[in-house]
DNA sequence: TCCAAATCTAGAACGTGTTTCAATAATCAT
DNA sequence: ATGATTATTGAAACACGTTCTAGATTTGGA
């Protein structure tokens, strides 16, 4: 036992366990989208047996969904410590939107099955992809806001906020699921903030 | 054969298959969801065999995606014939898709069979989805013109629908997955319509 | 009317998410 | 250290979407 530990509850060895079968739903999904991402592969990938990867993680989608709010709070974390460039709110948004649509991008197998995962999420993943819409909506708050660290944001901010974080997850469905063009997701948002930040 | 034929192609014993089809897949979403759409299930009830089915839908999502059309067709003819009450565009948009809104929680398990499947089709059902997208495109267009029948819809009001479709599909898909409450579509689309229409 | 092509049927079979179970290993309180 | 509890393993089994096959049936043209 090291002196060491995570926030993570468990075991050294459990903690251990349960980073490899997240770094293989990762790697699989990487590699070959929602599809590649199979419970017997990943539980194989991560040296555990196929009861206790369903233990760790009820479902297909609850791995995944977890897992996009591992990528999520990474993203968020980058974001927090860099000044968002960009004179008008609608141009720091769009920076990192367009940052952000643009890394996802670069992933797209990886991307799919996160997306996908995320839409087919039902009550039980609740607190998971609240956990994702946070990290969203800080993001696209602390842009609006520039760099005006403190001010406090309004009830209206907070609807845009909301307003924004549809179109883009909107836009980016149709990409993942092969029915709009790559750019289109960046258009489809850029049309939106201007119609709200105004 | 008889003289009157619809537009669909195929021989009467044909159309008369397709139309049992869909029929018993409306039947078995409403009774019990996307889950109760078992393609074994919607080929006993309509009488044909498994392959005749997949002969007819190549997969449930085209399935179900097209009886989605087939329900957006109808709304869309029913407002067309009405002329959409309230003062203000905000009004009109919002008794157009509130009063949607409630006809679908009327019928909670078909909503989430029908929205499932939209938010799980892929490239292959772009046909069908882009009918649907225009169908809505039309009912909240027309609401938002309002009596002035021959007005030629800007691109900023095409701009405006487009947000609307994607924040009233999002809060549809929260409430279809139990993630959130039945009212809080309303709400969501009253915010957006609010910020939008000013 | 008859033949060839297309369609339909019944049912088996396959893949993958999920569940279950008996046996083994690890952990923890006393 | 020991016994009890809990976690893990390996493997079988199940459910449902989908595919495949062999034989009937229907259809449409000569």
């Keep these: 036992m090291t002196s060491v530990t995570e926030a993570t509850p468990g075991s050294n060895a459990q903690r ?34 196929l009861g206790t990867l369903y233990r760790y993680f009820p479902s297909k989608i609850h791995l995944l969904v977890t897992a996009l709010g591992r990528q999520f709070e990474r993203a968020e974390e980058q974001s927090r410590n860099r000044q968002v460039p960009g004179d008008t709110a609608h141009e720091r948004v769009m920076y990192i939107l367009g940052h952000t649509t643009t890394a996802l991008q670069q992933q797209p197998e990886l991307t799919e099955a996160l997306t996908r995962a995320f839409m087919f999420a039902d009550a039980s993943v609740a607190d998971e992809i609240h956990f994702v819409g946070m990290k969203l909506t800080a993001m696209i708050t602390r842009a609006i806001d520039g760099t005006d660290e403190n001010r406090e944001p309004t009830d209206e901010d907070t609807a845009i906020v909301r ?20 750019e289109d997701v960046t258009k489809s948002v850029d049309v939106a903030v201007r119609l709200l930040l105004r």
């Design 163 to 182: 307003v924004i974080s549809d179109v883009w997850f909107t836009a980016l469905m149709g990409w993942v699921t092969g029915r709009t063009q790559a």
């Design 16 to 49: 251990e366990r349960r980073r490899r079968i997240l770094d293989a739903t990762i790697a699989l999904a990487d590699s070959g989208g929602f599809d590649a991402v199979q419970m017997r592969a990943v539980a194989d990938n991560a040296d555990v047996a």
